[in-house]
């Protein structure tokens, strides 16, 4: 597991414990490295009506689905959230709000504790203002300050999400400074995982192992300093790993997320993948569709392990990896993530690494997460250096579900 | 923060309370207890949840092992024993918190 700072036991006892629910693909932000589909924009089904999205609560929970996120999209741009939330936590779930930050007014904050709300992830993607309203393309940075400050003092636990790139990464020292001035309960520095808008971006988002390594020893001195104040999180890029993740803890072990529409899937990043048949909660039982579906079975277990997994010694502890990454980058999802050092494959990881570090490489501008880029990349068309891939999502590739046992 | 940077094993003197960013319940579909916390989940064997139950920041770590004395009869010392391990164990992985 590419994490240091949690434990991670793998036993969900085949119940999808971590039900995320992707309220929307709308967002104020335009993140270039976001983990939604490079053609959301697409002309498709309608979202979950409020009824809808109940009723996949009141199913998640009857499959034992303890862990709840509401995401996007920025999921605040739902004007039933604090009602969904309310539902949600009368049937018992933890409820996680993973957000942008934008839309939070001290009016929704109170709702929503009001509404049972557990805790509150926001992201933050540097120190400085500048560099923030660029990267996100909105005037963000003085909004997430302020909303920090503002959970806190509502008394919500609060994670704050840091996506780490070459832009960024030299930044650990002041946004863990600006992090404990917030009061930050945890920090996560999560080095995006190269699927999707960030797949699009990979050569001028990915950083140097160099860098990498600076960034780690800032961490792991601030660790030292800060002791139990702070719990900080540092997920490497698996591109600099060696071995692959341990992707969602194995395909359709313990992760379930409902995309906008209705679809059900075992990662946010799945639906990249073709030939799967994909199914909506507006058309089955969520029972059926994670018990039964051939989706779900498809790499479920260890059975269908390709070599060299399958004689693998360290099968039971990454399941082969991602299999969004294994179909971005070999063209066949069944075969072993190319992030691991024993992959035929393996060199597409290296040569990625090459190209994007390029003595000479003419850097190329971000291509911004928005309508316009999204209609021109479900074209095929060519706004990226990477543009005929499709797929795969940043943020929570690498599921921290922490199951621990006592 | 009440726990000091080296901090002592538990006394029986002292009081212990439930770190208040962890959601401590009974889950019915897990048949146990469990710890909640942001994306994350501890499930507790019948021990540990009595023990984590009982962590009010009222009883004192004495009272407590009184308590799990009287509810497994038989063996005092090894309840004992056992009471100032977990919560040597649980105060380490921040889920408990020693009152000042």
Redesign the interface.
Known sequence: MPKDGSVVRLDGQG?P??LVLELTYRCPLKCPWCSNPVDYARDGEAELSTAEWKRVLREGREL?A??L?FTGGEPLLRDDLEELVADASAL?Y?T?LITSGVGLSEERLIALKAAGL??I?LSLQSSERELTDTLVGARAFDLKVKVAHLIKAHGF?M?LNVPVFRHNIGQVEDILALAEDIGV??LEFANIQYYNWAMVNRDELLPTLEQLQAAERAVQAARERL???M?IYFVIPDYYEGRPKACMNGWGAIHLTIAPDGVAMPCQEARVIPGLEFESVRDQPLGWIWHESPLFRKYRGLDWLPEPCGSCSEKEKDFGGCRCQAFLLTGDASNTDPACSRSPHHHLITEAIAQAHAPGRKLQALVMRNDRNSRLLAQGGGCGSNAGQKGGGARLTVA??????? | ?T?T?TPSPPAAGERYALN??Y?FRW?P??DSH?L??????????QT?GDIIERCDGKRTVAELIAELQQRYPGDDDRVAEGVYKFLE?FRAK?WIRRQA
């Open positions: 119940k414990l971590w034992g303890l862990q996120g018992g933890y996680n557990n805790q992830q636990p994670v309960d945890y002791g139990d104040r719990t921290r579900v922490e199951v621990d046992h006592v | 923060m726990d940077a208040p960013m959601l889950e579909t897990q469990v909640l916390y942001p994306e994350g989940i501890v499930k507790l064997n540990a164990v921040g």
